[in-house]
């Protein structure tokens, strides 16, 4: 029997993690808040918990074949793939939403997503490729939702470094 990709220990460690390192980011800038803190527990619980495992299962599946260097560089490639600008963007959607600043919302959100993907890729090929390749299935979340919550604090002040 397969392992369920939506398991309530997730919900609970991406409430937990990325709300937690979206906090620490809040207070470096001076902007927490408690519905920012709600808001980005919903987010990694129910938007991140559910959607990443799948993800990271899809990218076993597509990779099954593939040994060796070439296995390795598409699994990582395939993980940037995902945590693109696109991404980031709607992470930091989630943030300004959940910080009461949906009137700073604009398309001016995406270039600051993408400067930020930019300036984070050599850390992001790193963090990607040891969870892709160095850890099982059922650990890939939480190693990705650390790994998060480590670059939270660097989206968080990218929406002041790039925007």
Known sequence: M???LYRWPDVARGMAIYAGGDTVAALILGEFGWTRVAGLML???????????????WIDRVTAARRGFAGTL?????????????????HLLFVMLA?????????DLLATASASFLGAVPISIAGNFVIQNLLPLRHRFTASALFSAGMAVYYAASLRWFA
Not at 47 to 56: C, S
Not at 99 to 107: C, K, L, N, P
């Open 99 to 107: 910080s009461g600043r949906a009137a700073e919302i604009g398309w």
């Open 74 to 90: 598409v699994r990582t490639a395939l993980a940037m793939l995902y945590f693109n600008p696109l991404w980031i963007a709607r």
């Open 2 to 4: 397969r392992r369920p």
């Open 43 to 57: 987010a990694g619980g129910f938007v991140y918990a559910w959607e990443i495992p799948r993800y990271f299962a």
